[in-house]
């Protein structure tokens, strides 16, 4: 089970937004992206790395906190079209 979110990093000129997914079973980040915009980019940025490089085996879940970036269509197209996975 992968776990995704965003947090705000405070900088001298302004945020930066960081998205990562967490995989609960080794306690790992497996993917990460920075960027000064919260975007649904910002998160898929974030599952696209850890999935290329984890290449996680069939019935990985993917549990979010339902924020605008991880629920719009882009991002949700993106980890529906993986099969054998299951986002919630």
Known sequence: MWL???TYV???E???????F???????IVGWSIASTM???LAMDAFLQGFGKEQP???L???TDQGSQFTGGKFTTLVTRIP?????
């Open 61 to 63: 879940i993917v549990h």
């Open 84 to 88: 054998e996975h299951l986002y919630q």
């Open 4 to 6: 995704g979110d965003i």
């Open 57 to 59: 085996a069939p019935g």
């Open 39 to 41: 975007t649904e980019r």
């Open 14 to 20: 302004g945020y930066l937004y960081l998205a990562a």
């Open 10 to 12: 405070p900088t001298h």
């Open 22 to 28: 967490l995989d609960l079973f080794t306690r790992k």
